[in-house]
């Protein structure tokens, strides 16, 4: 039987090969695969692992380097890591494991043979205390865990918490003595110093800042033993040693020290930074940036292109300039030349061209303008967009004068827009709008932005033939009702049917094109029914915060939230698809800043908080006309092994596809995604179908035919 089935395969494919060399089209990643895009830049920590294996923690990632064939093998939750944020490595030469400790106390063991044991206990056990590990600290099959509450110890060869010390205090770090283990505390003691004085002549008085100065924080630090012999389980069975113990204490870098002029000489791939709060993906690659984080970032812009980054040189931005590079927030490439690239940062906008720095612009010599007129670091650059023209124009938040700026032909110029100068709240008075941002042109050539700030969170639409723009400060749905408690609004984005969406803080609203064009500002909070059986229906993901909106090649929409994770509504808006968390996929973080997709291939990248992951969905880009040049099928031919989809791409959309038997027989059928179409072997009644060769047969939504493609099953 073997035998024959083998000759079986081999005849299909053999029969398929002049087919194969006409149609032949690189293959694609498995719908419904992730993939992370970690960076291994810093390295914080190495443990040898004998003389031949060193794991290396870099950028709180991990990978592992054969020191004997030189290869390296990177770990993340696409290859079997329980999280992401790895804070700690400690090699237990007894039990010949690594431990990995993350920020949220989740516990990961592996082997030299890449088998990965997950500890879950403390990250999931609701204890009194701070779960915070601080340390670990390796002694014969054990690993002893630091905690904000006690220690935790863990037997390395049983794959099990052994013992758990609950002392009340903040263990920082654990040495084994003889038969005595010692504990180091550092404690914060708070008291009471009086109250300050007034000083003389002060108008205005901080009630809170007045309270906080009455006390002062002193750090405490000091130690701890207790007998291996004894239950250490028993609090009472630790004693305060009277004597300093601070030379018990010492970190052992012996591996970092030995190894990390080795170390420093690999190339374990990925980008440099883990700051992708700006995504956008054009000319068949990921441009990416810092984003609007919250915080101060070094500057960053890393360009994915076919698996290899592009990192823009970084290390002497500053000294070229004059100035700190800081958190980038936004970048566009210039459609004459997409090597000539400019990026909006906290302290002014920057111009690269091949990714190479050419020049800075501030207040010093454009119309760029600081806050407070001088400050260097914080002339907010948060929106920069090409035209079709070749125009650049800028977003100045915060500015005394002016909010819009536009460069053409090596000359800026203001553009007053007195709608944009709205920002009156404390510290700031009279200033540009706080953060306006996302800038994007519609198919009408409108320009779209956003004021992402509590003050007054607005969208925008500005005719650039006209120089006009038109505001919507206020929310109000189809029902009448003004959105309440409305702090942000984050993004804007155009769907395939011209109408354009915003995420908010309180959830997506919809401003449809016809009320567009009769200058109507009222906004859709689109309702999804029950199905309960009553007239209910509930609004679209309404009260979560949107980070960002993305629209699909099959006019579904993508929503990136904090602290949701991501969600995927079905083109009609009634239906939820997906809704990725950590807790059910390979997402990063539940909180996405940013997304962006690959329409060609349906991979969609998601800018998490820790870091940049992908996952390859169902939906590519349309075709006008289906042909023999753009329709073709992977993998193809199906291989006894496989379990994924089969995907047939090069579809227009809505297009309508049959999956026939040799002899004609109905098989399957179904409507393309965008321009993909996914089956999953099996017949209408759910059963996985023969060896054989099976045609898909197309045609358009309006009922005229497409084309013809071959699938080879081999089972």
């Known amino acids: 039987m073997r035998t024959n089935r083998k000759l079986w395969h081999a005849r299909i494919v053999k029969w398929l090969l002049p087919f194969y060399l006409f149609t032949f089209l690189p293959l694609h990643a498995q719908i419904g695969s992730w993939r992370n ?7 914080q920590q190495i443990q040898a692992a004998g003389s031949s294996q060193l794991f290396v923690l870099a950028s709180n990632n991990l990978y592992r380097y054969n020191r004997q064939d030189y290869t390296i093998h990177t770990y993340d939750k696409t290859n079997g890591m329980s999280d992401v944020y790895i804070t700690q490595i400690v090699w237990n030469k007894t039990a010949k494991r690594l431990v990995a400790v993350y920020e949220n106390s989740n516990i990961d063991i592996i082997d030299l043979n890449d088998n990965i044991f997950n500890i879950s206990s403390l990250y999931t056990k609701a204890i009194t205390g701070n779960k915070t590990i601080n340390n670990v600290y390796a002694y014969n099959q054990y690993v002893y865990l630091c905690c904000g509450f006690g220690i ?7 794959l099990e918490i052994s013992e758990s010390y609950m002392l009340g205090r903040n263990i920082t770090d654990v040495v084994i003595s003889g038969d005595d283990i010692y504990a180091k505390i550092v404690d914060k003691k708070t008291t009471l110093v009086g109250t300050p004085v007034i000083p003389y002549g002060a108008t205005t008085i901080n009630i809170d800042s007045l309270e906080k100065a009455r006390y002062k924080t002193d750090i405490i630090t000091y130690y701890i033993k207790g ?34 002029e080795e170390v420093k000489t690999l190339q374990p791939g990925g980008p ?10 054009a000319n068949g690659q990921l441009y990416s940036c810092n984003g609007n984080s919250g915080t101060t970032q070094p500057g960053c812009i890393q360009i994915l292109n076919n698996g290899n980054w592009n990192i823009y040189k970084d290390d002497d931005i500053s000294s070229q300039s004059g100035y700190n590079y800081i958190t980038i927030y936004c970048l566009d490439y210039d459609p004459n030349d997409i090597s000539h690239v400019f990026a909006g940062a906290m302290n002014g906008l920057y111009e690269f061209r091949n990714g190479q720095f050419v020049k800075f612009y501030n207040s010093t010599n454009s119309p760029i303008e600081a806050f407070n007129g001088t400050s260097m670091n914080h002339q907010l650059v948060t929106g920069v967009k090409f035209d079709a023209n070749g125009t650049l124009w800028l977003l100045n938040s915060q500015a005394p004068t002016k909010a819009m700026i536009k460069y053409s032909n090596g000359t800026f110029t203001s553009v007053p827009q007195p709608v944009l100068m709205k920002l009156d709240e404390a510290p700031f008075k009279n200033k540009s709008n706080g953060f306006m941002c996302n800038m994007m042109i519609d198919r009408e050539g409108y320009m779209w932005f956003v004021n992402d700030n509590w003050a007054l969170a607005a969208l925008y639409r500005y ?70 059986g009553t007239n209910y229906a509930d609004y679209l993901l309404s009260g979560i915060y949107i980070h960002d909106i993305v629209v699909d090649a099959a006019g579904r929409k993508w929503f990136a939230t904090d602290g949701n994770g991501v969600y995927l509504i079905s083109a009609d808006n009634m239906t939820q698809l997906q809704h990725f968390t950590v807790e059910n996929s390979n997402l990063l973080s539940n909180t996405v800043l940013d997304i962006d997709i690959n329409n060609e291939t349906g991979e969609v990248f998601f800018g998490a908080a820790n870091g940049l992951c992908s996952y390859m969905s169902d939906a590519t880009t349309t075709y006008d006309e289906m042909t023999k040049d753009n329709v073709w099928a992977y993998p193809n031919p199906v291989t006894p092994e496989y379990r994924g989809l089969i995907t047939v791409v090069g579809l227009t959309l809505n297009a309508d596809v049959k999956i026939l038997a040799s002899n004609g027989a109905l098989v399957a059928e179904g409507r393309s995604s965008g321009g993909t179409f996914t089956w999953n072997g099996c017949d209408k009644n759910g059963d996985p179908v023969a060896s054989g060769v099976y045609m898909v047969a197309t045609a358009k939504a309006d009922g005229s035919k497409g084309t013809v493609c071959k699938i080879a099953i081999v089972r």
């Open 227 to 260: 007998s291996l012999n004894a239950n250490l389980i028993d609090a009472g069975n630790w004693e305060k040693c009277i004597e300093d113990q601070s030379s018990r204490f010492t970190q052992d870098n012996t591996d970092y020290d030995t190894y990390i």
């Open 37 to 43: 895009y970690l960076a291994y830049h810093d390295v």
């Open 272 to 281: 440099k930074y883990n700051y992708f709060g700006f995504l956008r993906f």
């Open 463 to 532: 005719n650039i033939s006209t120089n006009t723009i038109t505001a919507y400060e206020k929310i109000v749905n189809q029902d009448g009702i003004a959105i309440q408690n409305l702090y942000h609004v984050t993004s804007v984005v155009e769907d395939l049917e011209n109408n354009i969406w915003i995420g908010t803080d309180q959830g997506p609203f919809m401003l449809e094109r016809a009320r567009i064009e009769n200058g109507e500002s009222i906004f859709t909070q689109v309702k999804v029914p029950r199905n309960d």
């Open 152 to 158: 935790v110890k863990i037997d390395v060869n049983r």
